[in-house]
């Protein structure tokens, strides 16, 4: 069966970074675009950023351009997200997404990020 399974979560201050990943099995990886989704309480899930089925282009949300980099592995099945220079407002559940388009398809059981000092 499909699996998205994220890590790399957790507290980490103001200005700091984290790199969670997601590793996926059931599904050929290389056939499908992968994004990163956030989620804060009350509010929809938001995209943080996807990238193409090869790799050669992503796209951001607006408040994370410059700081936050998507990329993946294909011989792990793996997609990473490097947030640098993180700030309160970053705080959220974290989602893995596969599909054909950002936002449809498969998900992850999410991964919480928390921002503070």
């Known amino acids: 069966q499909v699996q998205l399974v994220e890590s790399g979560g957790g507290l980490v201050q103001p200005g700091g970074s984290l790199r969670p990943s997601c590793t996926a099995s059931?599904?050929?990886?290389?056939?499908?675009?992968m994004s990163w989704y956030r989620q804060t309480p009350g509010k929809e899930r938001a995209l943080v950023a996807a990238?193409?089925?090869?790799?050669?282009?992503?796209i951001y949300g607006d408040s994370m351009k410059g700081r936050f980099t998507i990329s993946r592995d294909s011989a792990k099945n793996t997609v990473y997200l490097q947030m640098n220079s993180l700030k309160p407002e970053d705080t959220a559940v974290y989602y893995c997404?596969?599909?054909?388009?950002?936002?449809?398809?498969?998900w992850g059981q999410g991964t919480q990020v928390t921002v503070s000092s």
């Open positions: 997404n596969a599909g054909t388009v950002p936002g449809l398809g498969w």
């Open positions: 059931g599904f050929t990886f290389s056939s499908y675009a």
């Open positions: 990238i193409t089925r090869g790799g050669g282009r992503a």
